[in-house]
């Protein structure tokens, strides 16, 4: 058995959205494709975000295994250097990879931490990748100026993250703000579906998977317009003419399922995934203002106050450990994104510190408190419902780079890591933010038809793609082939096969660990720009 | 662990300068005086992919956010293309599976 197999991601999807565009006729296409095929939802990585969820997904590893935790995070366990992630950071074998060595091809599309692209049996075009770099950081070499040759429209400025236009964007947040916000996207995601269409008639590979991430965009800033349960009674022009221009997007990508699924033909198999999910959120806890409340934090003299009015999950200036004062801090948030606490301790990453021997006991300590103090004043309710160690969720190798200490909210949004002048704020409008559910959705031949499977996990997924190739799974993935979304008879003559283990990436064991100390603001301004994304503060 | 020469690396970073120019609408020509922001036209997220594609060309896992932060510190307006040569040529180890 030989199966092509379309990865058609969707970045934050979620069914309460696209539920609803299918029953309102939106998204017609999408409606028969989930009547053909099989959903199931798909469990994200803890925390919900991006890079650790889109590489658990194409490696089959969790994140303590592959290495991505966050969109910065430390360069070694025991260094306070902290880096912008790139396919360095990703310490397993890709399913590219995999792909690749059983003697197929694969070609990946805006996918992050790609990039600088690593050699493959096929093509990577990586996302998350400033303009002037995509070329650079592409593979083949001749990749992008082949389609810059060949391929009509292709526009390396709108395919490409531009980090200047999605701040400008989302540092608005105004309705005037929206049209371009929205157009924006619509060009970008035309730009990927050219390529996708261009290198599948011209590049057939195996496996083609392929990022369209305007949905993760579109549903944090225009989540009120989006979730059917925000709409009001006596909708207003404006809001019904914002939200027929949100449809425009979610219509073009509609039509760009058909043309994909017709063009990979009907042996094809074709897999819709989101990384994560998305859900409301119309609160901003100010974690590190409630760690100072609480004695386990001290804010530098000079650190700024988080603006009265600021509302969106990047806002604001980036903080660094230079905003903290690190003699008398225990705890302290430095990243929204990840939701997560560390705990300095005195010789791990530079003097300052609680003792090496009296780590346990406070993490304890701040676990307790973080669980029954930190509540919603009006009520009383708990703002944190889980709070994870890091050996919980980040087992293995690369534990030690991720935060101390990991938390779920109660809206299962991000905290802010602003110096707030209160603890919690309510939102002047909801705002759409990650939620752990998100989609798995296929079809194809011998793909049961009309099919609610139970939950799946990111992990579920390299190994499911094999097994619809006919691949055999390498041993040491740790979630399972989801055999249940074909029919028997297909499974029958089809058993999941094993054969092996990954292979470990050629840069991984020459990575070197440095030993440079870590001045916060050296990545200022890159976090700068990342905060436009609306993950880094 | 003895350095790679300056000369060979001052040659590899204006080559990889240079294959950036033709999408960079870049017309003058890079070199050590060359500067990184206001000549180049460099963003911050420009300087993290030149830094990640020097890691891969070398594939050695550099302290690039260091140097940033030093330049930062002086208050330097720029970072000029030599002083990127000389960080590098400190900081790369010979032999350590430079990429073709």
Redesign the interface.
Request: zero cysteines.
């Given at each position: 058995m030989s199966t092509k197999v379309v990865l058609f991601g969707l970045d934050g999807a979620t069914y309460t959205v696209l539920d609803d565009l299918v029953r309102r006729g939106v998204m017609p296409y999408l409606g028969s494709f989930m009547e053909r095929g099989v959903r199931a939802s798909l469990m994200s990585t803890i925390p919900h975000l991006t890079p650790p969820a889109w590489t658990t997904l194409v490696t089959g590893r969790s994140p303590g295994v592959h290495g991505v935790t966050n969109f910065l995070q430390y360069?070694s366990p025991d260094s306070p250097?902290?880096?912008?992630i790139?396919?360095?950071e990703i310490c397993c074998e890709t399913i590219w990879s995999m792909v690749g060595r059983s003697g197929g091809r694969a070609g990946s599309l805006n996918f992050i931490a790609h990039?600088?692209a690593q050699k493959v049996n096929g093509y990577t075009l990586p996302g998350w990748?400033?303009?002037?770099?995509v070329?650079?950081?592409s593979y083949p070499a001749d990749l992008v100026s082949r389609l810059q040759t060949d391929l009509t429209g292709f526009d390396?400025k709108e395919l490409a993250m531009d980090?200047?236009e999605e701040e400008k964007a989302i540092a608005g947040a105004t309705h005037e703000d929206y049209t371009p916000w929205i157009d924006l996207h619509i060009r970008r995601e035309l730009q990927w579906f050219n390529v996708l269409k261009h290198q599948m008639v011209n590049d057939p590979c195996a496996l083609t998977g392929v990022v369209f991430d305007g949905v993760d965009k579109l549903q944090h800033l225009l989540w009120q317009y989006l979730d059917p349960s925000c709409e009001p009674k006596h909708p207003s022009e404006e809001f019904l003419r914002t939200r027929e221009h949100c449809w425009d997007y979610f219509r073009q990508l509609d039509g760009f399922l058909k043309e994909i699924v017709e063009l990979a033909g009907p042996q094809a198999c074709v897999v819709i995934v989101s990384d994560h999910g998305f859900t409301g959120t119309e609160e901003i806890l100010y974690i590190n203002t409630w760690l100072e409340q609480e004695g386990f934090l001290t804010w530098a003299p000079d650190a700024e106050v988080a603006p009265a009015d600021s509302q969106e999950l990047g806002d604001g200036k980036p903080i660094h450990l230079t905003s903290f004062d690190t003699t008398k801090t225990k705890a302290f948030a430095s990243s929204a994104s990840s939701n997560g606490i560390h705990i300095p301790v005195a010789g791990v990453r530079g003097d300052a510190g609680i003792a090496p021997n009296e780590y346990e006991s406070f993490r304890e300590e701040l676990i307790h408190a973080l669980l029954t103090r930190c509540v919603d004043p009006q009520t009383g309710e708990p703002i944190i419902t889980n709070v994870w160690k890091r050996e919980e969720i980040f087992a293995g190798p690369r534990m030690n780079l991720a935060p101390d200490l990991t938390v779920g909210l109660r809206d299962s949004g991000f905290f802010s890591v602003f110096r707030g002048d209160t603890v919690l704020k309510r939102r002047p409008v909801v705002m759409g933010c990650h939620h752990p559910e998100g989609v798995f959705l296929a079809t194809g031949r011998g793909v049961r038809q009309g099919v609610r499977l139970a939950p799946l996990h990111l992990l579920d997924i390299a190994p499911t793609l094999l097994y619809a190739m006919g691949l055999a799974v390498p041993k040491d993935l740790e979630g399972a082939a989801c055999v249940e979304a074909w029919v028997d008879e297909h499974v029958e003559a089809h058993p999941v096969t094993f054969n092996g283990s990954t292979i470990i990436p050629?840069?991984v064991e020459?990575?070197?660990?440095?030993d440079?100390?870590?001045?916060e603001?050296?990545?200022?301004?890159?976090m700068?720009?990342?905060r436009a994304l609306g993950y880094i503060e | 662990m003895q350095n790679l020469d300056r000369s060979v690396i001052r040659t590899d970073l204006l080559k990889?300068l240079d294959?950036?120019r033709d999408?960079?609408e870049f017309s003058g020509e890079v070199t050590e005086e060359s500067g990184l922001f206001t000549q180049l036209e460099f963003?911050?997220?420009?300087?993290?992919?030149?830094g990640?594609?020097l890691?891969?060309h070398y594939?050695?896992?550099?302290?690039?956010?260091?140097?940033?932060?030093?330049a930062?510190?002086r208050k330097a307006a720029d970072i000029k293309v030599g002083e990127l040569v000389d960080f590098l040529t400190s900081h790369l180890?010979n032999g350590?599976?430079e990429r073709a």
């Open positions: 360069q250097y902290v880096r912008v790139s396919s360095r990039a600088p990748v400033p303009w002037r770099w070329k650079k950081h390396l980090f200047s050629p840069h020459t990575a070197a660990t440095e440079a100390p870590y001045d603001e050296g990545d200022a301004q890159v700068m720009r990342l | 990889i294959e950036l999408d960079w963003e911050s997220i420009d300087a993290v992919a030149l990640s594609a890691e891969d594939n050695q896992s550099l302290p690039f956010a260091e140097f940033l932060t030093k930062a510190e180890r350590e599976g």
